[in-house]
């Protein structure tokens, strides 16, 4: 199937979970990570039983605090 991730369109195999994804892209500090798929954000606890499917466009998001 295909999947845009992160703007780039990718070939994976079909029934790929939001959890395998992100261990085959290697995201970094995945307990921090928010997934987005088609605009839709994915609650955390959700990312194991959360199929992929052919043509989703999937973000990896961080929020970042900071200022003063």
């Given at each position: 199937?295909?999947?845009?991730v ?8 079909d ?12 995201v ?9 798929i ?10 194991a ?16 605090g900071?200022?003063?």
């Open positions: 199937m295909k999947l845009t992160s703007g780039n369109q990718k070939d994976y195999a029934g790929l979970t939001v959890s395998q994804l992100i261990e085959l892209e290697k970094e500090t995945p307990m921090y990570v928010t997934v987005s088609n605009e839709a954000f994915i609650e955390s606890g959700d990312f039983k959360t199929a992929l499917h052919d043509g989703d466009a999937v973000e990896f998001l961080y929020f970042m900071g200022g003063r």
